[in-house]
């Protein structure tokens, strides 16, 4: 899963159809400068469910256990760490979030919406493409366009800096010969303010995925069958979740260089959840102080001990979880 999702990416990033002058002619990417009265997403009574279609709401919930205590406090340990990167606000019950305050969940939310001309314009391609069997692409870094949001009304303890985000990459690219539609995202955030006492946890962040030309819309929601989301900390180190929407209902989550977690009465630097909601089961893998691989016999060999090369039976934490169904 982690080979296909960084060969996935670096098709997007790097590859696809012919970027001559032509095809250039063809990428309708463009500067995108759009205001927001708020960068928070919440759900709003009577209307469509907003949460539903950020990255960790399976998930959060997900992670719940279905006898109380059987998880050993992890849980509420990886939401926790979780909350810095989401700008997550937790419901009563500490099992979900009422609201999140993130550049990924909000490029997501304003495609979905269909808000931006520009950003309509690049499905549009992705669609024509599908129909005629062409190869296409919408990448802003081609035609030098930036993407850049601005939050009207930001809290006064928000740091100035983190009031307007830049995305230094959106791309759409439609593979004819895989029959597959693939979306990358980039984001960059600007540098703290040397005076802030809490600059914004997130220094970058990306996200991937692969859609069935089949089902991918101009409007609304495309579901997507797999994607990566990934997350770049100042202070807390990274977080990287892989999403199996076909085939295996599986997500993965990995922290590295992680700090200020605690689990199973541990203090480690990398955690690995893989949550199998197929069989409503979560395994945490967990090390500390471990390289991911280690030179053997003059080569470079995966480290077992570390928490992402671990196999099932060396999990630190296994329990059953609560059902989530109807995962998107």
């Known amino acids: 899963m982690f080979a296909a999702i960084a060969v996935m990416t670096a098709f997007m990033v790097g590859c696809g159809p012919d970027e001559s002058e032509d095809s250039r002619a063809l990428n309708p990417a463009a500067d995108v400068d759009w205001s927001l009265e708020s960068f928070r997403l919440s759900d709003t009574k009577g209307l469509d469910s907003v949460l539903q279609y950020t990255a960790f709401n399976d998930f959060y919930r997900g992670l719940k256990p279905r006898e109380t205590g059987a998880d050993k406090g992890s849980a509420q340990a990886v939401r926790q760490h979780l909350d810095a990167f989401l700008g997550a606000e937790r419901a009563d019950d500490d099992a979900q979030y009422i609201s999140v305050r993130n550049p990924l969940d909000l490029l997501n939310e304003v495609i979905r919406r269909g808000e ?23 990448n802003t870094p081609i035609n030098d366009a930036l993407i850049r949001f601005t939050e009207a009304e930001s809290a006064e303890s928000t740091p100035i800096e983190d009031r307007t985000w830049v995305y230094v990459m959106l791309d759409w690219t439609y ?44 409007a609304g929601f495309n579901q997507p069958e797999f994607s990566a989301t990934s997350f770049t900390g100042r202070t807390m180190g990274n977080v990287e979740l892989l999403q199996e929407f076909v085939g295996t209902q599986r997500d993965t989550l990995t922290l590295t260089n992680a700090s200020d977690i605690t689990i199973n009465g541990t203090e480690p630097d990398c955690v690995r ?22 030179e053997q016999n003059g080569t470079r060999e995966p480290n077992p001990r570390h928490c992402g090369n671990q196999q099932n039976g060396d999990e630190a934490v296994k329990y059953l979880t609560v059902t989530i169904t109807g995962r998107q």
């Open 116 to 138: 931006v001309d520009n950003f309509n314009a690049g499905r549009r391609l992705m669609r024509d493409s599908i129909v005629k069997d062409e190869p296409a692409r919408y």
């Open 273 to 294: 959840v893989v949550l199998n909601y197929s069989e409503s089961q979560a395994r945490i893998f967990l090390s500390a102080g471990e390289p991911a691989t280690l």
């Open 175 to 218: 593979n004819a010969e895989m029959n597959k539609v693939f979306r990358a995202t980039q984001f960059v955030a600007q540098s703290p303010n040397p005076q802030s006492e809490t600059p914004p946890e997130v220094a970058s962040a990306a996200w991937s995925g692969r859609y069935s030309a089949e089902t991918f819309g101009t």
